[in-house]
């Protein structure tokens, strides 16, 4: 026990410390020290910015990280990528591995395994590697030529909006729409006040009508309908009656208003009645005589 000593303690205490680093950070890299892998190269002429430690997938599932990168400086153009997998993957012969750019820039690495039971590729082997920009690529070959097209037009664009920005009409125009707009708003307000105020007295006014027009409807109900056209019809019989004595010449009324020499006569008379009122009016010593004395 006496060799157990202060030093020897803190010693293994940092021995052990720094293994837990060095697995600590192998584990976060995704590298498990304690599993069996396996190891395979992958050849590209571009890696389009893979990175160490990046996921290896195939079906979607995670196989294995990047663990190493290599650039032949002698030969420019040919990078050598070291890739552990599980060591339970097998990969068929006619493989390759796929480098997959994403939206975001970063770039991953896709095994695109082939049917092959009968042959695989052994360890150490080296897989052919293709690169594949996904949508990045679709972008920049079918897009970006099309905004090069648009370009002059935005910018003409833009000049006709400046243009347009500049004209001193529009502060105008802007404060015709801003007055109508606080006229639309004052009629709102007053509309609503007209909806708040007034609109309940015409409702209640229209139901006292309503009730007014039933009452009378009822009232209407038990007027008998039929005995009074009876009397219309009496009464219209008694005018026709009437209408037709007076039309006829048998009666006094008939021959009131239907015989002409009357009418003749009454005329003759009014204007022998005028002659004499004014004759009385000329010489009023013919018809009147005055005495003092009595004398006719």
Do not use: W
């Not at 893979?50 to 079906?59: G, R």
């Not at 939206?103 to 690495?109: D, E, N, S």
Request: charged content about 20%.
């Amino acid at each position: 026990m006496k060799y157990f000593t202060k030093e020897v303690k803190i010693g293994l205490a940092g021995i052990i410390s720094l293994c837990m680093l060095v697995y600590g950070i192998n584990y976060l890299k995704g590298i498990n020290m304690f599993k069996p892998s396996s190891y395979f190269y992958v050849k590209y002429k571009d890696i389009q910015g893979l990175a160490k430690s990046s996921p290896v997938f195939a079906d979607g599932f995670r196989i294995g990280i990047v663990r190493d990168i290599f650039y032949d400086y002698t030969h420019p153009g040919n990078v050598t990528v070291e890739v552990e997998l599980d060591n339970e993957m097998r990969i068929p012969k006619g493989s390759h591995a796929e480098l997959i750019t994403e939206m975001l820039g970063t770039v991953k690495m896709n095994l695109i395994l082939s049917i092959n039971p009968k042959e695989a590729y052994s360890i150490g082997d080296t897989i052919p590697g293709t690169v594949n920009n996904g949508l990045m690529e679709a972008v920049t070959k079918s897009i970006m030529p099309q905004m090069e097209k648009m370009l002059p037009k935005l910018d003409s664009i833009m000049t006709s909006l400046n243009k347009i920005a500049a004209d001193p009409n529009i502060p105008a125009t802007l404060k015709s729409v801003r007055v109508t707009a606080d006229n639309m708003a004052e009629a709102t307000t007053q509309l609503r006040s007209f909806m708040k105020k007034d609109v309940p007295q015409i409702t209640s006014k229209i139901n006292i009508i309503g009730d007014n027009f039933v009452t009378i409807s009822g009232n209407l109900r038990n007027i008998n309908y039929a005995s009074t056209f009876n009397k219309i019809d009496s009464t219209m019989a008694n005018v026709k009656k009437v209408t037709e004595k007076l039309n006829r010449k048998d009666n006094s009324l008939g021959l009131l208003l239907n015989d002409t020499s009357l009418y003749r006569n009454l005329s003759a008379t009014g204007a022998n009645a005028s002659l004499l009122l004014q004759d009385l009016k000329s010489n009023p010593k013919r018809y009147v005589h005055f005495s003092l004395f009595g004398r006719k």
